[in-house]
């Protein structure tokens, strides 16, 4: 488990730092024409218009990068304060500080934002705009001190190591073992600050000296993509064969070295051939004399060639290079195709996962998003699903059930596990990750995926189809949309109700309701509410690992805050009876990129907890209520808020 959290942070802190450079990648191309069509070596060279080069990449572009980090942290206001910060490393230095600027700009939104936590609610009225603004002009200013006396020097002492290293390397001819950390790294997100943090600063002042720099090429060279790509397009199988050339032509042409990351995690043993691949594009460049004289991005064949110093010797070694990175990565991938295992690969699965890993929505994640299938005519059920069939799906089936029936639709809404979806149903809701088991399970229904159980726009927008079809009479409600497993009675937890009252209160009790509370990750909140429902005698010590396995399988935040860790289906053998405990976490608790402010831990024997999730489900799909839970400060009062819902 602690292997599994230092990459998740290595991951996370990777994509931050990519998070910083990817909006300002525009203003990185603007750089890149301007110096390659006005710079004296340029397509059209020109000596007034080429003045913009370096103010762009000593000013412009660090200060884009600091603003995009501070905002990153403390929005607008974070920015401002960040741009400021970065501006004392820019001037305590005499190289295009990116480096600096990853580090002064978010730190600078994070002080800004320490502060304004600190005065919250303290301020007088009508004072705001001027604490405000003198707030962020006086610690903005204190950072730029800071930065320009402290940060930038350090700075530029570690690049003087880093350029040594440099030399060394190339001065030894070891250059090409760099693809060893720069190939892994485009995974785990780090190209960014390895390419625009490390190698682009050291390779302007090369460019300086030399006119063009080889280190533009290390992270850039799309030969090693593309060779995994083409291996896919002939050896294959699948949907990864049958999608690899399109990704292919993007990778290539369009510099989204992102697109072959799922291909990679399909078979990690392709690593190799990406690291040998890009050992052999920088051992030919090397030989070659290749380089750029300005950094390619996004890193296609095409900001390579524009990029290129306008000399045949350099558009050879460059286009060479990036042509053995290919050959010998689709030799490698090839070969490891050919002899591994023989399976039916699941691109949109690695997509997922590759997605995951980001801890945001992929750009390039819809490439991959399977086929959902027809949209059925004369639709009569609906069928939620998820893992266990016990949590998810029974909030989703509860709002969406809600839905069609303000919508007059003649249409039953039921929730099962996955391995219990019916042969027969036409339209099967899941979580995003699940999409994929769903389709093997039935093929034929209409698929949707979700990314959100409480507030989806996917509802809306199936129901508006749904009556765009025609589907039925819209006189008569299915009455069977409110179905309930036999034997399950009505469940309130509202006091002074005779008869129900007691197992309503079995099921969600004011002992079983922790206010306050605070985790430091979501794994130590899973295993509290879980000891909870151990102690509350509604499950067996086993089912705590249970609902830990079952968040791993596919997160169960539920979207609005609000999370609901359950157990497996194989652990439902371990549940007593239904009951369900809440915590409730003011400050939230991450939940793979989510804050978490509610926690609904559920124990669900036999659908006795149906009713009350349903409730629970309604409740929570209104932001209003989850404010009101999370400002509750009793049990009994956070009680009542989903109960008013429930009746």
């Not at 990519?18 to 710079?39: D, E, Q, R, Y």
């Not at 501006?87 to 939104?109: C, K, N, Q, T």
């Not at 090409?176 to 490390?198: C, D, M, Q, Y």
Request: proline letters at 4%; one cysteine or more; hydrophobic letters at 45%.
């Amino acid at each position: 488990m602690a292997h599994f959290n230092i990459k998740v942070a290595v991951q996370k802190f990777g994509n931050f730092l990519s998070s910083m450079v990817m909006p300002n990648i525009s203003a990185f191309i603007a750089w890149g024409l301007i110096t390659a069509l006005f710079i004296p070596s340029g397509f059209l060279p020109n000596e007034s218009l080429a003045k913009m080069v370096t103010p762009m990449v000593t000013f412009l572009l660090p200060l884009l990068i600091g603003y995009t980090g501070g905002k990153l942290i403390h929005d607008h206001r974070g920015g401002v304060v960040g741009a400021i910060a970065t501006m004392g490393v820019i001037v305590g230095s005499d190289i295009p500080m990116f480096l600096g600027a990853m580090i002064m700009g978010p730190f600078g939104g994070y002080v800004i934002k320490k502060f304004d936590q600190l005065i919250e609610g303290k301020v007088k009225a009508g004072f705001e705009m001027l604490v405000n603004n003198f707030s962020a002009g006086i610690i903005g200013g204190l950072l730029s001190i800071l930065s320009f006396m402290a940060i930038g020097p350090a700075v530029d002492v570690f690049t003087g190591w880093l350029v040594a290293g440099v030399d060394w390397l190339v001065g030894t001819g070891l250059l090409p073992l760099t693809s060893i950390l720069i190939e892994p790294a485009k995974v785990l997100f780090l190209n960014n600050a390895i390419n625009h943090g490390v190698l682009s600063p050291i390779g302007v002042e090369q460019v300086k000296q030399t006119g063009a720099s080889i280190l533009f090429l290390l992270e850039s060279n799309p030969g090693p993509g593309i060779g995994v790509l083409l291996a896919y397009c002939f050896f294959g199988k699948g949907t990864a064969k049958k999608s690899a050339p399109g990704a292919a032509i993007i990778h290539f042409f369009g510099g989204i070295h992102e697109i072959y990351f799922p291909y990679i995690l399909m078979k990690p043993m392709l690593f190799i051939a990406v690291i040998l691949g890009g050992m052999s594009g920088v051992f030919t460049l090397v030989l070659l004399g290749g380089g750029l004289f300005a950094p390619a991005s996004p890193g296609s064949i095409l900001a390579i060639t524009a990029v290129t110093p306008h000399n045949a010797g350099a558009y050879i070694a460059n286009f060479a290079g990036v042509i053995v990175a290919a050959l010998v990565s689709f030799v490698v991938g090839a070969f490891i195709l050919k002899t591994g295992k023989q399976s039916e690969e699941n691109i949109e699965d690695a997509a997922k996962k590759m997605q995951e890993m980001k801890g945001k929505k992929s750009s390039v994640a819809d490439v991959f998003a399977s086929d959902p299938g027809t949209m059925p005519t004369n639709v009569s059920k609906i069928i939620f699903a998820c893992d266990a069939g016990m949590g998810s799906s029974a909030m989703g089936a509860s709002l969406l059930r809600k839905k069609v029936k303000e919508a007059g639709l003649n249409i039953t809404v039921t929730n099962t596990a996955i391995s219990n979806i019916p042969a027969d149903a036409q339209i099967v809701i899941t979580q995003e990750e699940l999409t994929p088991r769903a389709q093997n399970k039935v093929p034929n229904a209409y698929h949707v995926s979700v990314d959100n159980f409480l507030s989806s726009p996917e509802y809306d927008s199936l129901l508006a189809r749904l009556q765009d079809h025609g589907t039925d009479e819209l006189h008569e409600i299915v009455e069977d949309a409110e179905e309930k497993v036999p034997g399950v009675r009505e469940h309130s937890i509202e006091p002074g109700i005779d008869g129900d009252e007691q197992e309503g209160n079995e099921l969600l009790r004011e002992e079983n309701v922790f206010l306050n509370q605070q985790f430091a990750n979501k794994e130590e909140a899973i295993r509290f509410a879980g000891r909870a429902l151990v102690n509350a005698g509604y499950v067996k010590e086993s089912y705590i690992e249970a609902m830990i396995a079952r968040d791993e399988l596919t997160s169960t935040y539920m979207g609005n805050d609000v999370a609901i860790p359950h157990g497996t289906e194989e652990a439902k053998k371990d549940v007593l009876k239904s009951g369900f405990t809440v915590l409730q976490i003011p400050d939230g608790v991450d939940f793979d990129g989510q804050k978490a402010r509610l926690i609904f831990g559920i124990a669900g024997k036999d659908g006795t907890h149906l009713e009350i999730l349903s409730g629970i489900a309604v409740t929570c799909s209104d932001m209003e209520n989850i404010e009101k839970m999370v400002k509750a400060t009793s049990a009994r009062e956070l009680m009542n808020i989903i109960n008013v819902e429930n009746n």
